[in-house]
């Protein structure tokens, strides 16, 4: 069972001191008291804000306080609580302590594994002591001392799943596992479920609040049947040329250059859009037109002058059957802009190569929304993928529906079928649809059963095809 120890890299009575040091567990990034402390702590790969936000893991309070301490210029700080104070708990293991740990951490683990590891020695140095064994030495260790472990937790009053891990942990590192303990550990694994799952479902809600909940989902529902609806429409509308017409181009330009509480409006990047929009698509080019300044046509002369206001007439004229866009629904001329700037939104950020030299990148349109339009840029993206807002009450409707737990519920898949619609996986009984999921934790098969009719079905329906896109 014994492994057979590696040379020592970790001594409490070294005290070498090199610009190349390789030993392993040495803080060649922070001098301070590395070498006085050196043998008294452990290095980690990660920062935890545990340990006072350092990389250093000490196995001594008293080490531990002197470093923080200094390293805050003489400020006491409070020492946390933790088992991985080895040397605090069990100074009559020290020598089995420095021997176990140069057999364990041969290399820097991250900071929370390394806690993982020392916690788990903690609880078996607990069980050596119950049984007052006197070992200095891991290759000491018996197969009666392994064992014995399991009857020691069966003697504690709180023993959970982090300490659970934690023995675990330590015991496949240092290679002392056996056949039995670990059988025996999965059997208090699955009791602590068990316990966890009979907690949870004493923490029901009462039916008052579950109708107060469904109300209000189902008022969600009700507005992502709108989102969906609208974007619908609006897609048809975008493809047809309907939205984006000649007329209606020019009357949000003229509206939109009257509007007083828009300043700088001949600079800003939504008139450049329109103005580009009606030169590409329409081959009118009223650039040099709309961007001469009036103070300018003033002193034009009779005949150009008269050309000029012919000119505005005439394009006046048109848009008087057209419809300021702005007005009519924010969203939509926003979600119009994005698609057709952005049409690999949200996975590329970057321009279309139409509009490239119009648009520079994601942020100029969020500004020009957010400033320009006077729009929450959230009441835009809703309309191109879910956000955390909107996917919450489909969740929280789906877990109260099914009373299936989390676990099983987000094992809940979809697929594209032959029409390139997005669907439940399952199988589809006409009258319900049966979903089998995984519960990874115990590797065990649960089916869920979804009514065809149901709100719930209806709700994944609609997400599913708002957002097939993405």
């Known amino acids: 069972m014994a492994r057979k ?130 070992i200095e030495f891991f290759n000491e260790i018996a197969l009666s001392d392994v064992n014995h472990i399991i009857d020691y937790i069966e003697t504690l009053r709180t023993f959970g799943k982090e300490d659970y891990w934690a023995i675990t942990y330590f015991l496949h590192q240092s290679s002392l596992i056996n056949s039995f303990v670990k059988n025996k550990l999965e059997e208090i694994k699955e009791k602590l479920d068990a316990e966890k799952e009979n907690n949870d479902s004493n923490l029901a809600l009462p039916s008052s609040v579950i109708y107060q909940l469904e109300y209000h989902i189902k008022k969600e529902f009700g507005e992502l049947k709108i989102t969906a609806e609208n974007k619908n429409n609006w897609l048809i509308e975008y493809s047809n040329g309907s939205y984006m017409s000649k007329e209606n181009i020019l009357k949000t330009i003229f509206y939109f250059l009257e509007d007083k509480s828009i300043k700088n409006q001949r600079q800003t990047l939504l008139l450049s859009l329109l103005l580009y929009k009606l030169k590409i698509d329409f081959k009118t080019d009223i650039i040099d037109f709309i961007q001469t300044p009036v103070n300018t046509v003033r002193m034009y002369g009779k005949e150009k002058r008269k050309k000029y206001f012919d000119e505005y007439n005439k394009y006046k004229e048109m848009s008087d059957s057209g419809v300021y866009l702005l007005s009519e629904n924010k969203e939509k001329f926003s979600l119009y802009w994005l698609i057709n700037i952005f049409p690999d939104y949200p996975y590329i950020k970057e321009p279309c190569e139409l509009y490239s030299e119009i648009v520079k990148n994601m942020d100029a349109y969020k500004q020009m929304v957010r400033n320009t339009i006077k729009l929450d840029n959230k009441k835009v993206d809703k309309y191109v993928f879910p956000i955390l807002a909107d996917i919450y009450p489909m969740y929280l409707h789906t877990l109260i529906q099914v009373g299936a737990n989390q676990e099983n519920i987000q094992d809940i898949r979809t697929f594209i079928d032959d029409d390139g619609m997005v669907k439940i996986l399952g199988d589809n009984l006409g009258i319900f649809t049966v979903v089998d999921t995984l519960k990874k934790r115990v590797n065990k098969e649960i089916s869920i059963t979804i009514k065809n009719d149901s709100v719930l079905y209806k709700y994944f329906s609609l997400y599913m095809r708002l957002y097939s896109d993405v």
């Open 5 to 134: 120890s590696k040379k020592l890299q970790f001594d409490l009575t070294e005290n070498k001191l090199s610009k190349n040091d390789t030993r392993v567990h040495f803080d060649k990034e922070d001098s301070l008291l590395a070498e006085e402390h050196y043998g008294y702590y452990l290095m980690s790969t990660s920062t935890s804000a545990g340990g006072g936000n350092i990389n250093r893991v000490y196995l001594s309070s008293k080490h531990r306080d002197e470093y923080m301490d200094r390293k805050r210029n003489g400020k006491k700080t409070k020492t946390p609580q933790g088992t991985y104070y080895l040397f605090n708990n069990h100074f009559n293991y020290l020598s089995l302590i420095k021997n176990t740990i140069n057999i364990i951490f041969t290399e820097r683990l991250t900071n929370s594994v390394t806690r993982k590891y020392i916690n788990g020695f903690n609880i078996f140095l607990d069980s050596l002591g119950v049984r007052g064994r006197d």
